[in-house]
């Protein structure tokens, strides 16, 4: 049985942020069981681990996390179809980097819009 996504751990103070996560957050619960298992191999599995602390002191962390979200997200409809899998290696550690960006870190919606937007396409396509 697949792996429910996280749940929102901390409080999101952008309402538009708060709507993707959410939407993000239902739209993975909702895979069908059928959508494999993220293992080492999936390429959202570089992001696993804890976030806390992942970016130092004095510098912004959209800064930190953007090129390595862009490497992963700005893909094909087809390679980004490739990253839609359950797990802790996959779209749940996708979700819960988003969610901390946003909550620890204020990221606003609008930073996060174009990624969420792939991913959400990248679930309809499968």
Same mark, same amino acid.
């Given at each position: 049985?697949?792996?429910?996504?996280?749940?929102?751990?901390?409080?999101?103070?952008?309402?538009?942020?708060?709507?993707?996560?959410?939407?993000?957050?239902?739209?993975?619960? =909702?895979?069908?069981?059928? +959508?494999?298992?993220?293992?080492?191999?999936?390429? !959202?599995?570089?992001?696993? &681990?804890? @976030? $806390?602390?992942?970016?130092?002191?004095?510098?912004?962390?959209?800064?930190?996390?953007?090129?390595?979200?862009?490497?992963?997200?700005?893909?094909? =409809?087809?390679?980004?179809? +490739?990253?839609?899998?359950?797990?802790?290696?996959? !779209?749940?550690?996708?979700? &819960?980097? @988003? $969610?901390?960006?946003?909550?620890?870190?204020?990221?606003?919606?609008?930073?996060?819009?174009?990624?969420?937007?792939?991913?959400?396409?990248?679930?309809?396509?499968?």
């Amino acid at each position: 049985m697949p792996t429910p996504s996280q749940t929102p751990s901390h409080q999101i103070s952008c309402p538009k942020a708060a709507a993707l996560l959410t939407e993000l957050h239902v739209r993975i619960d =909702r895979l069908p069981d059928t +959508i494999e298992l993220a293992g080492d191999e999936c390429p !959202l599995a570089r992001f696993s &681990g804890s @976030f $806390e602390r992942s970016v130092p002191e004095g510098e912004d962390a959209w800064e930190v996390w953007n090129p390595p979200l862009d490497t992963e997200l700005q893909k094909s =409809r087809e390679e980004m179809m +490739i990253l839609v899998k359950w797990g802790a290696k996959g !779209l749940d550690v996708i979700y &819960g980097l @988003f $969610e901390y960006l946003a909550s620890m870190h204020n990221i606003p919606g609008a930073l996060l819009e174009g990624k969420v937007g792939q991913l959400l396409q990248a679930i309809d396509d499968v």
